[in-house]
């Protein structure tokens, strides 16, 4: 049987009165119902009771409704049936139920904490047996009562204390929880985003990323740059159609691909259709694709080969001019949808100063305001000028740029968003 994870969101308002579970052998014995019938929870609503004489009972009759188990540790361990391989001595393994030996006095209690992770428990036993009620406690009993001195009123006290007790561990847990997913997420976060490999070289990098997915620490949007022994620096950005965790991975599993193919010396045309045979054999669908935007910068910085792989085309901006958008229309199809596709690479002259924004169509598919108009890529070379004019560059023009698109959008992106920015002087 799956346990649950321990969850506070299904816990049951004390407001609406308190139900306990009751799980004792003799349910006429020393827990009469009548004696406990008298007890009552918050604001002055009787506590509901329910009785089972062992976990079976217990299990059918334990829901989100029940607080407290109230858990008498004289119960006896439960009869199993045994396989052909049990080893209990004295056991023929010929099917037959037997009461195997304990694996410690308080078995029980623990099976009771396995079946119930979001109740609150409380464990009963004799005055004389105080050594193993602490015990009990700290294997994960809420609190312990002894089965004398037990009247209405200290058990209705000790099933609110319990609860109230429970509560809060469980609260304690789901911030701890939190807190590990998000270092261990931080950590993740920095294992799949690339570390630019610009060692030797006079351009500046910079790079914002967000995926569109609620929550998620990927999307399908990837890039990556680095820099050969021969001096020309490789810049890519991707994006993977679809949203999800196979399109975050396929991601991932592109932009190492490129990486690598990079560094053993594959550019252009070769590099996109060896690209293309990693997507066809990775992708969890046919119908997935991936469109894709290169520039190789060559080592005196000034020209740059680009290729376009169904991707929109990069934003130059040099001082004393406009910014503008690279050329488009010699570009090839986005990988996985063509067989046999082939992907020119343009020469592009950049000058002496410059900067080069490369993003996804998240940047430019979000709306303005109310309506169904795009920003396009119009609108974000207008949002860009502006900024360039009010003297923003590197670091500070993608904040703007990605927050102005945000503000444009009337709240976040539903796509994933990649940019990247190199400059140049």
Same mark, same amino acid.
């Given at each position: 049987?799956s346990?649950?994870?321990p969850r506070?969101?299904e ?10 579970l009751?799980i004792?052998?003799?349910p006429g014995?020393?827990?009469?119902v009548?004696?406990?019938?008298e007890?009552s929870?918050p604001?002055g609503k ?5 009785t089972?004489r062992n976990?079976?009972?217990a ?7 029940v607080h407290?188990i109230?858990?008498?540790?004289a119960l006896p ?10 080893v209990t001595a004295g056991c ?7 009461v195997p030996?304990p694996r ?5 209690l623990r099976?009771v904490?396995r079946?119930a992770?979001r109740h609150?428990v409380?464990?009963l036993t004799?005055e004389?047996?105080a050594e193993?009620a602490?015990e009990?406690v700290?294997?994960?009993a809420q609190?312990?009562?002894?089965r004398?001195e ?10 609110r204390?319990?609860?109230e007790r429970k509560?809060?561990d469980l609260?304690?847990h ?5 807190r590990?997913?998000?270092q261990?997420?931080?950590?993740l976060?920095?294992g799949l985003?690339?570390t630019?490999?610009l060692?030797g070289?006079?351009l500046?990098?910079?790079a914002r ?8 620490l990927l999307?399908g949007?990837?890039y990556d740059t680095?820099?050969t022994p ?5 810049a890519m950005i991707?994006?993977v159609?679809g949203?999800?965790?196979d399109?975050a ?5 592109l ?18 259709s060896?690209?293309q045979?990693v997507?066809?054999?990775e992708r969890?669908?046919e ?6 935007c ?5 080592p005196d910085?000034r020209?740059? %080969?680009?290729? #376009?792989?169904g991707?929109? &085309?990069? +934003? $130059?901006?040099?001082p !004393?001019?406009a910014?503008?958008?690279l050329?488009?229309?010699?570009g ?6 063509l ?7 343009r020469q592009i002259?950049?000058g002496?100063r410059?900067?080069l924004m490369m993003y ?11 309506g ?8 974000i070379v207008?949002?860009?000028?502006r ?7 590197g670091e500070a ?5 990605v927050?102005e698109?945000?503000a444009?959008n %009337?709240?976040e #992106?539903?796509d994933?968003? &990649?940019v +990247? $920015?190199?400059d140049? !002087?």
């Open positions: 049987m346990v649950p994870a506070l969101a816990a049951t308002p004390l407001d609406a009165g308190l139900t306990l009751v004792e052998s003799d014995g020393s827990l009469s009548p004696e406990m019938a007890m929870g604001a009787p506590v509901r009771i329910r089972a976990l079976t009972e299990e059918r009759l334990l829901t989100d409704d407290c109230l858990l008498d540790l361990a439960p009869d199993r049936v045994c396989e052909p391989s049990c023929a393994g010929d099917g037959e139920a037997h030996e410690d006095e308080l078995d029980t099976q904490l079946l992770p609150a409380l464990a004799a004389t047996d193993r602490a009990a700290r294997v994960g609190d312990y009562l002894f004398d037990l009247d209405g009123r200290v058990l209705s006290r000790a099933i204390y319990a609860v509560r809060a609260a304690q789901q911030l701890t929880e939190s590990l997913r998000a261990e997420n931080a950590r976060e920095r985003l690339p630019p490999l060692a070289s006079d500046r990098f910079a990323y967000r995926p569109g997915r609620s929550r998620a999307g949007d990837f680095v820099r021969d001096g020309t620096v490789h991707g994006d159609s949203h999800g965790p399109e991975a396929l991601g991932v599993e932009r190492i691909a490129w990486r690598a193919l990079t560094l053993a010396g594959l550019c252009g045309d070769e590099l996109l060896t690209l045979e997507l066809e054999h969890a669908d119908e997935t694709f991936a469109t894709l290169a520039v190789d910068i060559s910085g020209r740059a %080969g680009l290729s #376009l792989a991707h929109p &085309a990069p +934003l $130059l901006v040099r !004393g001019q910014p503008r958008l050329p488009q229309d010699s090839g199809p986005a990988l996985g949808l067989r046999r596709a082939r992907w020119p690479r002259e950049l002496g410059w900067s996804t169509d998240g940047l430019i598919e979000g709306r303005i305001g109310e169904a108009r795009r920003l396009g890529q119009e609108g207008e949002l860009v000028t900024q360039v004019k009010d003297g923003l560059t023009l993608l904040d703007a740029a927050t698109v945000r444009l %009337g709240g #992106l539903t994933d968003l &990649a +990247l $920015l190199l140049r !002087g």
